[in-house]
């Protein structure tokens, strides 16, 4: 799934607070941005929806197969191999 970047505005003496305080508790704040977002997805996201991206999700992520089979090598007769060596 593509990932995308956001962007919000925050008080700069706070987020440095919140920062020094989950240093100290060895909690990543990006980690527990994310999980705030997956949180607020599922309340609000129908759970239909959430399945319908999920497979989509799933679908891309699935290599493409080739439509054309391959084609059969045949093997040169005895006689060709010996002559082209």
């Known amino acids: 799934m593509k990932q995308v ?7 700069e003496e706070k987020l440095s ?8 508790k060895e909690l990543d704040l ?7 977002l997956v949180k607020l997805y ?4 129908p759970a239909p929806v959430r399945e319908y991206i999920d497979e989509s999700d799933v679908n891309a992520a699935a290599p493409n197969k080739s439509r054309r ?4 090598v045949t093997p040169k007769p005895a006689e ?6």
Do not use: C, H, W
């Open 42 to 45: 599922e309340k609000y996201v």
């Open 30 to 36: 990006d980690r527990e941005m994310t999980d705030a």
């Open 69 to 72: 089979s391959p084609k059969p």
């Open 5 to 11: 970047n956001l962007t919000i505005t925050f008080d």
């Open 17 to 24: 607070a919140l920062k020094r305080y989950m240093g100290k």
């Open 80 to 85: 060709e191999v010996e002559a082209s060596q």
